[in-house]
């Protein structure tokens, strides 16, 4: 079997949670590849060798160049802050690896689409990490609603909100400046629900979108007090037209206090109804309008061995899954694609049209108008 | 006591409604006025005499300028369909008579502000049946955030969406027209959740809206093949902003699979969150971000006999309260408000505020672009 | 149309739901006879009268035996504390009037059985105010299992629990004593559930009952030193066994801390499961194990008009029904069974048939031991 | 680092678990013992093969014994039908190994003994694997209870229900014969909740308990129509009393249609009460009875990285843990236990303890009377 070397640059929240999915998914899944965990980047060596051995990882380096240059590496898995992700991507590329990144794909759509460009040319495999689509939860809602069990879909109301800048006195970090994050909650957040629609629904067609930046300033440490003004937006509201009719609104806050994984959306159907919260990442509420009128009401359903991809995990419904199983299944995609060379799915071309629905939505606040998605590019 | 005699045009199911509360609200609170069920206007004399024994009313009749011309009246009470209540709010100011009336106050904000400037010059009251506002658990989300217990609103989400019209196959009625009913789902249930929205946060500025009919045409009746065109919408969405600066979204829609009763809203404030369904009307559930880390979590408050009004009702929290209850509420408030001469609300001017902020939405959407609620009078 | 004269005898907690039933049922309701609210009794005239006039009666007493021997009253309504029950009951019935009484009938079967006998021997009807099984979500229960839409019934696990008594600071009062209330927990909230579990599984045919007393003694007054002995339990649970062969398990406590009105049950049979809460008491969770593996769930049926008696108060399910709404489907029960001469259901038989499971239940804890309820008279 | 050999016997559903654990648990975790995958038992030599291969392990064998008398293997874990527990472990520790079996740890309490003697006179570790109280969830319940937060504790209600065997004609297996299970649903599930009563509240002194095989016989095979008699419990209930003065009952059933992983328990202090379902396993709900009467109500606190191990796992609260999580923290006891010859818990000795209060239960039954726990040895 094809021995499929990682290189992993960041070793952060998100950079654990992969080195986490390496460790299990081979014993998970029969791969069509040979996992190895080859090397990890770290911003010097010392961080890096450590993480390595603590990850499980052969090599290491201070110097991400470094990696994407190794000739023994096959993929780079890109988990670094988000200003990052293009220039490590196109290096990387340059290189011939196949490139696995995190969400925001990129800061902009442009900068994305040069990424997108990139890879085709250079006939590389890519992959971006919105790995809330790959909970059996979610394959299950894409199964009823493909079975058209539901009917035909006429509302999407979907939200990532989070409350990790909630309090007024959290300090400023990175993900506050246009520079190194772009977006804000838009970026950080809603690029999943974003993809939620995209891959439940159908393509978004036009936006109308708007923003508000409700902390205006923040400590610059906390504790100090001098102030740092915040340059992106809190949170943000959008009308949204799907390509095949149905419209809806989606949310993303990073300041919705109580929310620790605010990922939900409701599906409305000509026959039924769908809905979803992350943080009951194991439960899917259907409801079928065609049940007797007195015995209709939303059902829950517990994800288990009868629904997609869950029986690898566990031997019953109930027993649970977690954010690092979803990871799990991410990882066999990239893998088994790679392996085989066949397409692999959310590649960097979503990332991009996830990334201009974005756009579309901060342009349509800037000029207080309905924008069409392709007017960005 | 000062005997206060109501009339009753409409018996159908909201003046059904009406007519339990009058029955129950004597004694469920120690009202101002000696309420008398006088008179139930109805189409015709039959189902008139019969309704008002029904309901425990001492005299009926088939023709409702009889009522309102009645010198014995003291209050009309308005539960017909909407495309008569502007006529028959107009003759009963005319008569000299308060008025209690169904929502959505009229057609359109044109015909409400007619109907408040009447009953100013007039110098009588007016009420308009926003009843979800009385609701115990309602006004115990106001006083928390009055009390500043969930910090400055920051953002706001309601809906009042339902499914009675969700099967395509359902027959066409007088809320599908606008003649008979203007909007279609905006006017019938968003008028409740737009209400709750300026109770609870502030008066709405600007609007940016996007309507849908989606199911085209219906059957003339049930099992019919002539098929009759729907002119007004199923759903609607809302980018809502604020006076107080907060900013948020409201749907509504008749179509929407799974929602008996879907009057939802979430309140964001910076210090919490409060968050309710009508489904639940007797729970409130409240999120302090000020609780230490490690025992944050969503509260679920059982209203109670320690909040507003519960204690008439039942002894214990949990014991449960239901529609008719809220109803019992909102007749106290014009029992009292006539029998003392002060102010009652909802009243016919907050009738119009919620009528021009739904016509707002509707221009908006024709227009494609943010309309401000000023623009509407 | 016959007329049926009321007289109330106790408006404390309970007497005032009474009042608002008696209120509001003649126009929820198309009843069989017209219910007239003719007397109340208090223990003295003052408040008799000032309570007669705030519910709506005619007439008022100081002296309840003078309520129960008045000619015109057809049926004493009675609210006292429990140890009133058996005298006043007798004495009523002595009269030959119809008696309504609240749980628990009396307390001890003993002397629950002395008043069913005597009612029998009168040839008057009996009803005891068993209200939770008048909740529509009840009837619903009841016509699921009646259909063998779950299967055979295999287990019931219910409770009622609350936490008035949670504080061991809450003073003493007349439930915590043997002569006033007989059994504590068991008799004042275990009734209710002891008669659900008959009238939805079977009757219960033995017991093996554990009782404690947690809070020893308590406050003669808010604030005393003083502290006073509880004479009887604060919680008890008991082992069931069902003449049709099912088990379970029946508990209650008023020191459950959380529990406003936690009356629940799970029933669980060969082909499916129904759950409930009354604290949501609109609300029936149904679970039917045919459903296909993959779309099996817990299915929450909100409470409507396609339901039993739910019409009569709303036209929409969601809207809500609360407790009093329950007590006037009682109410109209009482007027109909009276009105037209027909069996009554839950009458004082039932009342016996429950103070005799809940006497059995403290046997076999004195005795530690399993006990037959036919041992118990 | 010490090396840890694990030799793994048993490849099914738990074996598989276990696996996972043993691949994802040196990522998660800084150990204190380098963690090594070395042979797998199975019941023959080829799938031992294919099974160690998936798994990650070195070396294979088709015969258990070899594996316990390997020199290298210093951990021998038994995921075998639960007859074979008994001579795996004493095999095990006759060649010096620690062990970590499965629960249940025998099919009587009589075998657990003689394997806890064992284990004590060989001077190895033991661990059962009594996953759930390994959930950060149950941890966190833990630090809540010990903290005082909810008083002392007076009652405990707990259940492990599941419906894999709720259809009647699911066909016989291991787990209905006496000799190859022991108990039925107690051996089974119940071990579970008595392991988690015991460490969430104190020790069980004494039971009192109802046991019920509804289904008589099943179906040799699918669709068989030979029937096989069943021999053990299908249901279970039980009066518990705990050392620490508390009550409450403990139930099982292995056909309680809808329920998935019904481990469940709710636990009653004088100050406060805890909720917890395994099946949303990442939630505890929370009541605080000395918050302001008017603010009182159950809390959802989402497990995350305040509680305790949950941030090895995942960056933020919300995001979810799995089943497979709960055993990563498992293995992280055993071998931190193991590499630094510190006390691991749960042992074998509370494997005992938990063996039997089943039997005491079972015996209860028999003999229609109350058991203390200390009559079984």
Chains 1, 2, 3, 4 share one sequence.
Not at 156 to 165: A, I, L, P, Q, V
Not at 219 to 229: I, L, R
Not at 259 to 279: A, D, H, N, Y
Request: net charge negative; aromatic share 8%; glycine share 8%.
């Amino acid at each position: 079997m094809k021995e499929i070397h990682i290189g992993l640059i960041g070793t952060g929240y998100i950079g654990r949670a992969h080195a986490i999915a390496y460790a299990q998914t081979p014993t998970v899944f029969p791969l069509k590849g040979k996992l190895i965990r080859d090397m990890v980047a770290e911003v010097n060596p010392q961080l890096a060798a450590e993480r390595a051995q603590a990850f499980g990882f052969n090599r290491s380096t201070g110097d991400w160049r470094e990696l994407v240059a190794d000739p023994n590496i096959h993929v780079v898995d890109i988990c670094s802050p988000n200003y990052l992700h293009k220039e490590m991507a196109l290096e990387a590329i340059r290189h011939g690896k196949h490139v696995y990144s995190e969400k925001p794909l990129a800061l902009t759509a442009a900068d994305a689409r040069e990424m997108v460009d990139a890879a085709k040319q250079a006939g590389v495999q890519t992959m971006v990490g919105f790995n809330y689509m790959k909970n059996p939860t979610a394959s299950l809602a894409k199964e009823i609603i493909s079975n058209g069990e539901i009917g035909e879909i006429v509302h999407f109301y979907g939200t990532h909100n989070e409350d990790y800048m909630a309090d007024p006195l959290e300090p400023i970090h990175w993900h506050c400046f246009k520079n190194t994050a772009g977006l804000g909650a838009l970026g950080d957040l809603a690029a999943h629900i974003v993809n939620m629609a995209q891959y439940l629904v159908s393509d978004i067609s036009t936006v109308c979108g708007d923003l508000q930046t409700v902390v205006k300033s923040r400590p610059e440490q906390a504790g100090s007090s001098k102030m740092v003004e915040v340059e992106n937006e809190d949170q943000a509201s959008a009308l949204i037209r799907f390509n095949n009719g149905a419209m809806g609104v989606i949310e993303t806050s990073r300041i919705a206090c109580g929310r620790k994984m605010g990922l939900t959306w409701v599906i409305t159907g000509t026959k039924g109804t769908l809905s979803f919260t992350q943080e009951r990442m194991a439960e899917l509420k259907l409801y079928r309008h065609d049940a007797p009128a007195n015995r209709q009401g939303f059902q829950t359903i517990l994800v288990g061995p009868e629904h997609p991809d869950y029986a690898w995990f566990c031997g019953g419904a109930g027993h649970g899954i977690g954010f690092n199983d979803q990871k799990a299944v991410e990882v066999r995609d990239l893998i088994n694609g790679i392996a085989t060379n066949t397409p692999i799915w959310p590649d960097f071309e979503e990332g991009w049209k996830v990334s201009r629905i974005l756009d579309a939505i901060a342009l349509s606040h800037a000029e207080e108008r309905w924008v069409k998605v392709s007017e960005i590019r």
